[in-house]
């Protein structure tokens, strides 16, 4: 990969689907199958766009008992998935959906010669958050738990852990969003990473440099123009600003 090439380290990617909770409980099962050497570094991307709204299965942290769920739990998720899953259910939510004016209305600025590029309205919606909004959100104090077990863990691991801040396309692209952004969520990261010192990379200014341009937006776009995800040239941004990064931290010392 392009951060093993820069960095010569090697890299494990433990993302998945889902909250943070769904992370912090992947990386505590198949975490202990993989050999990390102490002096690692956890690499942990913060997404404003859905970290906070992704469903959060289960406000548990303790694996002492694992499998913790116990009784009717393990009943009640499987007819969770079994719905999340279902043909049935996503037909219904199309069904929905077309029922909705608004979800119609897919968000778009005009690039001329490249044509439209479109924005997935909730994530502008979200990007707009106020700091009071965030803690506010039903979420809040399961994000910031995940975050702290996730911290513990890794300190018990030997390993320094990194926060990242990926701003959203509408953040960086969208003529009203970027006015009306708070940057509350990159903000929030920064104040939490200063208050239990971690080290802190928010990708927002190196992307919106990046964008710059005629017409505020450069030649080469960072993310795909139909999706939310970033392209070609976002994933080599990406790759080289946690490189440099990487570059900065101290190896920790056992206590």
């Known amino acids: 990969t392009v951060l093993s090439s820069s960095t010569g380290r090697q890299f494990y990617n433990l993302s998945m689907p889902g909250s ?16 990390v050497k102490e002096g690692g570094i956890l690499i942990l991307t913060l997404f404003g766009g859905n970290d906070l709204d992704d469903w959060y299965y289960n406000p548990k942290l303790s694996f002492d008992s694992f499998p913790w769920a116990t009784g009717y739990e393990p009943i009640l998720i499987q007819i969770q998935n079994f719905q999340d899953r279902s043909i049935l259910q996503r037909v219904f939510k199309q069904w929905q959906l077309r029922r909705t004016p608004s979800a119609h209305k897919i968000p778009t600025v005009d690039l001329a ?21 965030l803690k506010n959100h039903p979420n ?42 708070t940057q509350a969520f990159s903000h929030l ?37 139909d999706d939310t995800h970033w392209n070609e040239k976002g994933h080599q941004l990406v790759a080289r600003l946690i490189s440099e990064k990487i570059k900065t931290i101290q190896r920790p010392t056992t206590p």
């Open 20 to 35: 943070l909770w769904t992370l912090f409980a992947n990386w505590h099962i198949e975490g202990e199958n993989i050999k």
């Open 113 to 133: 010669d490249r044509g439209e590029l479109l924005f997935f309205g909730p994530y502008l919606e979200r990007a707009q958050r106020t700091a009071a909004q």
């Open 140 to 181: 809040y104090q399961h994000f910031i738990g995940c975050l702290d077990a996730i911290a513990a863990l890794a300190q018990q691991r030997g390993l320094s852990l990194i926060l990242v801040n990926v701003p959203t396309k509408g953040e960086i692209y969208h003529p009203r969003v970027k006015q009306e952004s």
């Open 189 to 225: 990261l920064a104040d939490y990473c200063e208050e239990n010192q971690h080290p802190y990379l928010d990708l927002y200014p190196a992307f919106k440099r990046q964008a710059r341009g005629s017409e505020g937006v450069s030649s080469d776009l960072l993310w795909w123009r």
